[in-house]
């Protein structure tokens, strides 16, 4: 007799209740909110000044030894031909003017031929490394990422070049992501700290006028006391306004100034052109004085260098130069600080670009109603 297989299945027990899951950790909530807000905001700019910082080791480690051994073999060329304008002036016993100058001059220009090929090779004029210092290869990585490109420094080797490339490659998406992720947290803040300034919170009565259950009924069809056909309701069913369900209601439409609101409780903060214009010439008006005082520029060239830099156009005509590079004490953290001076100026510009984007929207928005052009379903919808 073959023997019957049962399927046993798990059932609740008549007097089982389902576990409860405990609620959520609040110590686990705030930590997750903080790593997201690390890596969406302060790992971003972490990731930028590290991979700047990691450019700057790179660039120095392939363009300094090339400089160095340029440097070393103009300065060999240049005590050869100290001793060979002393040979030719041996040689003549009895000077004339003539015959000296004629030799002297054809030596001076191959000197001079040699030279130029040198400085074509990153030669500056000096016997150390200076320009591919550290905190000159990390101003040109910054420069690079950023899309000013200077031009008085660029790699000489073939390596160099190279690595350049896929270095902007990787970079200037990174910077481009880190200009719209700052600059719009930037926005955010500014016109939030704007708005605690000014006194923008609306009062009582206005928020109680612009909540949409004090908007009045405009017009309202009752039901027929027939039933309809599909989609009836009970007539009897007691509603909110103490008789039958309405069959259709017809509000007001909301007005202009609650429409370009997305939170009828909240009033929209908008922070004034002029006010972006402002804080952006203040911040070249500041970095013109100090540019001024490190470089030894008259204040008008300092501006014009801020201005500039900050527009990513980089002519290259005026860069931190002789002075900051210099062996002086402390010439070194002075050209880092110029170049944060850089990174937060591209930042404060990006904030500025949304605001100003921002302001600029609305007015058009509300001069296109009033010309009708626009509807308040198109604008809604956008």
């Given at each position: ?7 046993s ?22 930590c ?7 890596f969406?905001?302060v ?8 991979y ?26 240049r ?7 002393w ?33 074509r ?5 000096k016997?150390?490394s200076?320009?591919?210092s ?25 390596w160099?070049?190279?690595?350049t ?27 939030y ?12 009565d206005?928020?109680r ?10 017009h309202?069809v ?7 056909t ?14 039958p ?7 007001e439409?909301l007005?202009?100034?609650?429409s370009?609101?997305?939170d009828?409780?909240k ?7 002029t ?50 590079v210099?062996d ?22 990006a ?27 198109e604008?809604t919808?956008?």
């Amino acid at each position: 007799m073959p023997l019957k297989r049962e399927c046993s299945f798990r059932r609740g027990r008549p007097g089982h209740t389902p576990k409860k899951h405990p609620p959520p950790n609040k110590c686990k909530a705030c930590c997750r909110r903080f790593t997201t807000f690390l890596f969406s905001h302060v790992g971003l700019c972490a990731l930028v000044v590290g991979y700047s910082i990691m450019g700057a080791f790179t660039f120095r480690a392939l363009e300094a030894p090339h400089e160095e051994e340029q440097a070393g073999q103009v300065t060999e060329m240049r005590e050869e031909m100290v001793k060979r304008l002393w040979e030719i002036t041996y040689s003549l016993n009895i000077l004339y003017k003539e015959n000296w100058t004629h030799t002297v001059a054809a030596e001076i220009r191959q000197f001079q031929s040699v030279l130029i090929s040198h400085v074509r090779d990153g030669y500056d004029g000096k016997g150390t490394s200076q320009q591919w210092s550290f905190s000159g290869a990390f101003l040109y990585s910054l420069t690079v990422i950023t899309t000013i490109g200077y031009g008085n420094i660029a790699p000489k080797t073939y390596w160099g070049k190279l690595v350049t490339i896929v270095y902007a490659i990787i970079g200037i998406p990174l910077m481009f992501l880190y200009l719209t992720n700052i600059g719009d947290l930037l926005a955010k803040t500014f016109k939030y700290i704007y708005g605690w300034l000014c006194d923008c919170k609306p009062n009582e009565d206005k928020r109680r006028r612009r909540h949409p259950e004090h908007y009045r009924v405009h017009h309202i069809v009752l039901h027929d006391t027939t039933p309809n056909t599909h989609n009836s309701l009970n007539p009897n069913f007691p509603s909110k306004f103490g008789g039958p369900l309405p069959d259709e209601i017809k509000m007001e439409a909301l007005p202009e100034e609650i429409s370009e609101e997305k939170d009828y409780g909240k009033q929209r903060v908008n922070v004034p052109v002029t006010l972006c214009l402002a804080l952006i010439t203040g911040y070249i008006c500041g970095g013109a004085f100090l540019f001024s005082l490190w470089e030894g520029w008259d204040y008008l060239d300092g501006a014009y260098f801020c201005f500039v830099t900050l527009s990513t156009v980089g002519f290259g005509d005026l860069v931190p130069g002789d002075t900051v590079v210099s062996d002086a004490e402390g010439s070194q953290q002075t050209l880092v600080i110029c170049s944060f001076y850089l990174l937060g100026g591209m930042a404060l510009i990006a904030m500025c670009f949304n605001l100003v984007q921002e302001e600029v929207i609305r007015k058009l928005r509300s001069f296109g109603r009033k010309l009708g052009i626009i509807r308040e379903r198109e604008d809604t919808q956008a």
